[in-house]
């Protein structure tokens, strides 16, 4: 849209009201680094459902108004308005981060009709054509910026050169770096300029757009053809600085059960009881730590939600008793589509109290998943996610710990929901094109606020679909994968950006989802997998079986070494999130995040940091028994063997099949628990302190590892300082009984006698 000149500009506090011949822009401080960008292009000023609460602080700006330019200034940012609604934005040096395109975008060449069906004709798909939006706001581009973030989207960290829907899709083709859309819906990314960085975070739930420098060398762009331009620029000096400031406003991951850390073994095909007890009995036959087990579809009444097949699963409060005594838990998956059955209560009761997505006629939308013709609960209104949070109630009754949203995008097997099916955003009617996105961001809501009512404990949810800020209510797995080298390949840059967008719990399919695994991919893929913050093994029905004790004694040997390193590690992992609760920064962090200054970072996909401590370098091409690993300036150990390694180079190390390349940095203090096989009271007994030679300095954190009770201060946290080769330990907070019977001291360089 053309806004032509600039009649006048007011200020109203932080908020900064620019008219122009054709329209208003409003500008507003959130804090000296967030700036929003506001239009109603809509009529509609919709409420965020990434953004809950008020972020805004008060913050001192400044405004002139000069001749066809509005500068408004806070303590960090200088943003210039200009003509035509051009936005231009300034660190406080008045450095240029961010400024608009002032150029036309190129139209892009369309095939002719004839071509298009020769081309068809061999199968090949025609890409559409990226045509001007409604709403687009096109940025310059410069030769050297690097872009991140954007959710879980396909191929590699760095998104430069590549073009991106945010419109949840559940597409279970193999994904590859072409695909434009996933499961989630992200719509924030990270520019990494040669100096300078800043975030962009659009916060439009209808379906977006988003060109990093595909179309052209000369601009990138985001753009929408519905909702309003409603963007938030975010500020800082570093990487580490916008995801503190993106996870500000749309919030952090709250500290998860300490049991939920542990090793999860899943599959669609877990078909009745004996299945599930086989599975808890092998764990523990084999020596393989284990935490929870988890239920598909399966054990439902014909794919009802909320019900279970009493054949197969005569006696679910029993079985999780039973689990329960091995000090395993039991995770159920629910999908939202609710079968269309008169003598089903939950559809009965929905029917009743109006709680389905309607057709604009006025009838209930159907369409079909899993269990045939279902219809939708409309999770935008308040009324139905409570309705839906009590409906877990039977399922918390019979013990079950975790709950598991799947097919929330939502799925559709009919094709996909019209855009004008009605949803509500609370008390506001809208349609589907509106609320898809949120979807499953408001079933998972649902799903944490029922669980936190019925349980008291900090609910484990998972979720398959997200909108931005989804990590207050639930963690999130990558989908249906396939067990292809290329998706283990992809796990690290996927993994890394969704954590770079305010998601840190998430994993992948651990052995791939589709297709069938080898041996060798399952060995890789657990080295992987263990260092990543969901570690679940999740397959398909139709995939060869893929437990560790399918392959061979050499591939349960290796899968237990690595269960063993992350059931070790569970303590730094607990402690990273409850630092991530504080400030919002990843566990899983890509080499970029911790070091941006060294340009050697900036494309790195095959290797990643877990907090500040540890590198790891885990093989992911299939044959390898090498790996090429960057350690960034300073020095090195290696964890396996104690080796000191001097960075600022690439090294070459040797990685046979069960050996995954781990570094640690000089100063680190890494706590380990003793060896256990599964989460339990034991975690209290003793702590390991592994230490590296070096200067260091480390905070420790213990609590319960289940509710809320450390809100109130009950916890303890340990400050630990190792100075010339001297270890101190001292209490730096008291509020949690168990505190350690032992405290170890280790040199980190010298090989543990693990006996
Ligand atoms: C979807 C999920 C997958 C699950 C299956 C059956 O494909 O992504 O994890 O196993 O549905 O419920």
């Known amino acids: 849209m053309s806004y032509g000149k600039i009649a006048d500009a007011r200020q109203s506090g932080s908020e900064i009201l620019v008219t122009f011949e054709n329209g208003e822009l409003e500008v507003t401080a959130y804090t000296d680094s967030i700036i929003r960008v506001f239009s109603d292009l809509s009529g509609v000023r919709p409420v965020s459902h990434a953004i809950e609460g008020n972020k805004r602080t008060d913050t001192d700006v400044t405004m002139s108004l000069t001749e066809g330019c509005v500068t408004v200034s806070t303590k960090e940012l200088t943003v210039k308005i200009l003509d035509e609604g051009k936005i231009d934005f300034y660190d406080k040096n008045g450095k240029a981060l961010c400024q608009d395109y002032r150029g036309e975008r190129k139209t892009a060449k369309e095939l002719s009709l004839e071509m298009k069906q020769f081309v068809e004709q061999e199968g090949h798909m025609l890409t559409e054509k990226s045509t001007d939006h409604k709403i687009q706001v096109v940025k310059k581009l ?4 690097c872009f991140y973030g954007m959710g879980d989207k396909t191929g590699f960290m760095n998104k430069r050169g590549y073009e991106y829907v945010s419109w949840n899709t559940d597409d279970p083709f193999p994904h590859v770096d072409s695909y434009k859309s996933l499961y989630k819906s992200i719509p924030f990314f990270i520019t990494l300029k040669k100096e300078g960085v800043f975030g ?49 406003l749309t919030g952090t991951a709250p500290l998860p059960q300490l049991w939920t850390l542990g090793y999860h073994q899943s599959r669609w095909g877990y078909r009745c009881e004996a ?150 955003a609370e008390e506001r009617k809208s349609c589907h094109s509106e609320m898809h996105n949120v979807y499953g961001h408001n079933m998972a809501r649902a799903a944490y606020e029922g669980l936190k009512e019925l349980t008291g404990k900090r609910p484990f949810v998972i979720t398959r679909a997200c909108y931005s800020g989804s990590q207050k209510y639930a963690m999130a797995w990558t989908g249906d994968n396939q067990s292809l080298w290329a998706h283990l390949q992809m796990a690290i840059p996927q993994l890394c950006n969704l954590g770079l967008s305010g998601m840190p719990y998430v994993g992948t399919d651990i052995g791939g989802f589709g297709a069938d695994a080898t041996k060798e991919l399952m060995c890789r893929w657990i080295e992987l ?16 079986e893929q437990e560790p004790w399918t392959f061979d004694e050499e591939t349960i040997e290796i899968y237990r070494k690595y269960l063993k390193l992350r059931y070790a590690l569970l303590p730094y992992l607990y402690d990273l999130f409850r630092q991530e609760e504080e400030n919002g920064l990843p566990l899983m962090r890509p080499m970029v995040l911790q070091y ?14 877990l907090g500040e401590s540890l590198l790891a370098a885990p093989v992911v091409e299939q044959g390898a028994a090498r790996k090429m690993v960057y350690l960034p300036e300073g020095i090195w150990y290696d964890y396996w063997t104690g080796e000191k390694l001097e960075g600022g180079r690439y090294v070459i ?38 230490v590296y030679p070096g200067e260091g300095e480390y905070f420790h954190y213990q609590d319960n590892g289940e509710d809320f009770a450390y809100r109130d201060g009950e916890y303890n946290l340990y400050h630990i300082v190792s100075r010339e080769g001297q270890v101190s330990v001292d209490l730096a907070h008291q509020g949690y009984e168990a505190a350690y019977e032992k405290v170890l001291v ?5 090989v543990p006698d693990r006996e």
Request: glycine share 8%; proline share 5%.
């Open 529 to 544: 997998g263990c260092l990543s913050p969901f570690c679940r093994n999740h397959n398909a029905i139709s995939s060869r």
């Open 142 to 145: 410069d030769p050297e910026d």
């Open 275 to 424: 299945d599930i007890r086989e599975i808890a009995e092998n764990m523990k036959k084999y020596d393989l730590p284990c935490d929870a087990v988890h239920m598909d579809i399966d054990y439902m009444r014909g794919y009802r939600v909320f019900t279970v097949d009493e054949e197969k699963f005569p006696d679910i409060g029993a079985l999780t008793d039973e689990i329960h005594r091995k000090g395993m838990h039991l995770v159920t998956i629910i999908d939202p589509g609710v079968k269309k059955d008169a003598e089903y209560s939950v559809y009965k009761e929905g029917m009743e109290k109006g709680y389905f997505a309607v057709t604009p006629e006025g009838g209930v939308y159907e369409n079909a998943v899993w269990p045939g013709t279902a219809v939708y609960p409309d999770f935008g209104r308040r009324e139905v996610r409570k309705w839906w949070g009590e409906n877990h109630r039977m399922l918390m009754e019979k013990g079950i710990d975790g709950i598991w949203n799947d097919m929330n995008e939502p799925a559709s097997f009919e094709g996909e929901l019209p855009e004008d099916v009605v949803f509500y």
């Open 596 to 609: 941006e200054k060294d340009p050697e970072t900036r494309n790195m996909n095959g290797q990643f940091m």
């Open 653 to 690: 190390r040797k990685a046979a099949l069960d050996e995954c390349p781990l570094f640690v940095k000089a100063g680190s203090i890494l706590p380990h628990y003793p060896e256990m096989d599964h989460v339990s009271k034991e975690k209290d007994k003793e702590l390991i302190l592994r």
């Open 746 to 750: 280790q040199d980190g360089t010298k």
């Open 200 to 248: 962009i975070f659009y916060d439009n739930t209808f379906r977006t757009y988003f060109d990093f420098g595909k179309e052209s060398d000369d601009y990138y762009f985001f753009a929408a053809d519905e909702g309003n331009l409603n963007y938030y620029f975010i500020g800082g000096n570093s990487i580490q600085d916008v995801v503190k400031g993106y996870t500000y």
